[in-house]
């Protein structure tokens, strides 16, 4: 009988210490972030735009991307180098001021060494010009989930939480951005 309870409880064990790191990678690893960080237009997308008397009642933009080489992203406080592609969807919500749109993208990590992790999130955006220096900032919040990761990453598909997303443009008068121009992105999501 206590040889059978000691087999039962070292089996417990066993168990319990083959899946606590995976439950433990899944709790820890829920924050993901980098800094300010310059990024390029890689895709201007599509935009489409309905103005009446100069006032907007229109604005879809349809898949812009932005991306950078070398970004320190934190994985749950570690950094690591990566390569970032940064999707982005924003449609105009009517009779809003300041400007505040529906937005939608996705982004993908690339790791140094192969691994990977994509992030989908939807949120609500302002949008901020001003006019004398010409510098156009973007504000993002809303809701991500992981959707693809492997390597190293695997374990953290499916994670939920929230995001915050700031794209700052600085831009010249009469000049609209091009692939190529540059624009100053900051992202942080912390997983529930």
């Known amino acids: 009988m206590k040889r059978s309870m000691l087999r039962i409880l070292s089996m417990v064990l ?26 390029a237009i890689t895709t201007l997308g599509d ?16 898949g812009q991307e932005l ?21 982005s969807n924003l449609t105009l919500l009517p009779g809003t001021m300041p400007l505040t749109f ?13 691994a990977m992790i994509s992030l989908k999130y939807t949120g609500s955006a302002t949008k ?5 220096t010409h510098v156009k900032t973007l504000n ?25 997303l700031t794209l700052v443009c600085r831009g010249i008068p009469g000049m609209h951005p091009k692939v190529g121009s ?5 992202f942080s999501a912390k997983g529930m």
């Open 128 to 132: 901020d010009v001003d006019m004398v």
């Open 140 to 164: 993002s919040y809303g809701d991500f989930v992981v959707t693809n990761g492997t390597g190293v990453l695997a374990d953290l598909v499916g994670i939920k939480g929230t995001y915050t």
């Open 182 to 186: 540059m624009v100053d992105v900051t």
């Open 47 to 62: 935009l489409t735009l309905v103005l009446k008397e100069g006032v907007p009642q229109a604005i879809v933009v349809r």
């Open 14 to 39: 066993a168990v319990t210490f083959a899946v606590l790191p995976l439950a433990a990678s899944r709790v820890n690893a829920a924050a993901i972030d980098f800094p300010n960080t310059t990024f």
């Open 67 to 87: 991306a950078a080489n070398g970004v320190n992203v934190g994985i749950n406080g570690i950094p690591y180098p990566a390569y970032v592609l940064l999707g």
């Open 102 to 114: 529906e937005h939608k993208g996705m982004i993908d990590f690339t790791l140094t060494g192969g």
